[in-house]
Every structure is written in C-alpha cells, then in structure tokens.
C-alpha cells in the first residue's frame, strides 16, 4: 500500500485500518469516521436589478440550508455587509455604473462558499435639470417669455409647468403672462435611460404704470396754450 491514502466518500463513513507483518504478530487495527457536511448552495435574487441613481435594491439571500451567517458584497466600495442569518438585506446605490454583487456563506458546521454575479445591478446616471428665461425682468405690457432649456444628458422628454395653470412638452417654449404676479416655474426632464430630474425658480410678471401729463397748458396764466407737448408712457423699472 502507497501512503498516504486519499479518500473521497459520498456520504458519512468509516475507514479501518489494518497493519499485518509476516512475523505472527497481532494485527493491527485503527479505524476512523469521517462525517461530511454539507456545503451551502448560494444563490440570491434583488427585486429590481436596472435602475435610476440612487438605486435602491433590496435582495433575498436563497441559500440552502439556512446558513448560520452571510456576508454581501454590493460591488463598490466600503459596501461588505455581514448578516448573522439570511434573509433579506437592502442597499442604495448613490453612483451609476455596473456593480458586481458577491454573497459568501457560512453554514453552522464551519463550512464556506461564495457566488458572485458579475454586473448584476446596473445604475443608468440622471439628467441634470437647468433652464433660463428670457428676459429676466417682465413686464405686463411685454409679458412674452422664452425659456430655454439648458439640461445636460441626452433628454427625450421635456414637461413644463409655468405656474399660471399652462404646461408645454416641447425643449425651448414661448409662453405669455397675462397677469402680474409671482409664478413657479417647474422644468421636469426624462433622459434617453428613463430617469427624472427638475428643477424650478420663479419668475415675477411687474405691472406697467402710465403718467399722464397735460398736452396743453399756461404757465404765465396768460390764456396761451402751449401744444408741442407729447403724452409719455412711464414703465415700472
């Protein structure tokens, strides 16, 4: 017999040993029991697995049998986790990428295993929101205003909210007040991957004055009247 001897047993056995010489002693006999545990089958599932930053998952852990303490890894960094049970664990993700996700296992007998899914969660970026309006200062008498949207991303979608009760779905809208006041203006884009972004900021529509001055008077009481005076119209400023 060539030592050592390797065994590998399907189910829980027990090996003897013999030594015998050819010199009519006694045998020799030592046995042992080997016990097999049973290694976890790992395997977890998250709700949603595409979404919009931050993305929030949550994740079922699958594994059988229970296992007596489980340990995440959500792919970036600081992210490693440790359950004392399985279950279900939840986690946000703040930045867009691919994320690896890799669960590792400990059964109550000590022994471990680990699967990882490679690019499992995938984080799309949101739109950034921004617009202007022109003119900045509005007035009553010239109440027109043309927003122009300034969103960085590639945008599919524009909603627009301009306070008075009227909306628009085009990218650079013209809109005309026809009251004073002070309105929110809400700028609402969707990108090319489904995720939102706004922004708003308020516009104040002013009223206009108007002065009226005489066309004709008499300074020196004479009953002369001077006429080469024209009627101005005052705006706010």
Not at 126 to 146: G, I, T
Request: aromatic share 12%.
């Amino acid at each position: 017999v060539t030592l050592p001897i390797l065994v590998q047993p399907a189910n829980d056995s027990t090996f003897t040993f013999v030594l015998v010489d050819d010199c009519e002693n006694l045998d020799v006999e030592a046995s042992i029991t080997i016990n097999l545990k049973v290694m976890p089958q790992i395997d977890f599932k998250a709700e949603d697995t595409v979404g919009c930053q931050p993305f929030y998952v949550e994740f079922e852990d699958l594994t059988t049998p229970d296992p007596g303490a489980v340990f995440w890894n959500f792919g970036d960094l600081d992210s490693d986790i440790g359950q004392p049970t399985g279950g279900a664990i939840s986690y946000t993700y703040p930045d867009e990428g691919a994320y690896d996700v890799t669960v590792t296992a400990v059964t109550n007998e000590g022994c471990v295993d680990s699967i990882t899914k490679p690019e499992y969660i995938l984080v799309n970026p949101l739109p950034e929101a921004y617009y202007k309006a022109d003119p900045s200062y509005v007035n009553l008498f010239n109440a027109r205003v043309k927003f122009v949207d300034l969103s960085s991303d590639i945008i599919n979608v524009w909603n627009w909210s301009f306070g008075d009760g009227d909306e628009s779905s085009i990218q650079h809208p013209n809109h005309i007040y026809s009251d004073t006041g002070l309105f929110n203006v809400i700028l609402e884009v969707e990108n090319n991957f489904g995720c939102l972004d706004s922004v708003s900021s308020k516009i104040e529509i002013y009223p206009d004055y108007t002065m009226y001055i005489p066309n004709s008077f008499t300074p020196n009481k004479d009953a002369v009247s001077y006429t080469h005076l024209t009627l101005p119209t005052i705006y706010s400023v």
